[in-house]
């Protein structure tokens, strides 16, 4: 489970440890700020701005990134017409052409290829197991 989603747990590691980070020098500017201003610093107050500007970040920056590239990859995985590369025309091309050239053999080569890339109909499986 480990490996097999290891950039995902880099990913939340980092994810992790900047915001982490993120509110504990948050915490230091508001206390710094409230003591300039001669208040003192309230936890309920620091939750709330902390919330509001992480979220302002999360709007603008995150949202907008996790949209483009989920977003994007789910409508490649789906296989919209946006997402139809070259490469599916001159696949289904060259597996006509070995089709044609011997109709049983050219299928069993191409049901060989496919398993050994881990396809099915042209396209590749999910989670597959490699081994």
């Known amino acids: 489970m480990l490996k097999k989603y290891a950039y995902a747990w880099i990913t939340l590691g980092f ?27 309230q936890l309920s107050r620091y939750l709330i701005e902390m919330s509001r500007d992480t ?16 977003g994007l990859a789910y409508f490649l995985y789906v296989g919209s017409p946006s997402s139809k590369e070259n490469d599916d025309r001159v696949e289904a091309k060259i ?5 044609m050239v ?13 398993e050994s890339h881990m396809r099915r109909g042209g396209h590749a499986s999910v989670h597959a197991d490699p081994s």
């Open 55 to 70: 979220f302002e970040n999360w709007q603008s920056e995150f949202l907008q990134l996790l949209w483009q590239v989920v």
């Open 102 to 114: 011997g109709k049983e053999k050219g299928k069993a080569l191409i049901d060989q290829i496919d």
């Open 15 to 41: 994810f992790a440890i900047s915001f982490g980070l993120h509110w504990g020098f948050g915490w230091f500017a508001f206390v710094e700020e409230q003591s300039s201003h001669g208040q003192a610093a």
């Open 95 to 99: 597996d006509a052409l070995m089709e």
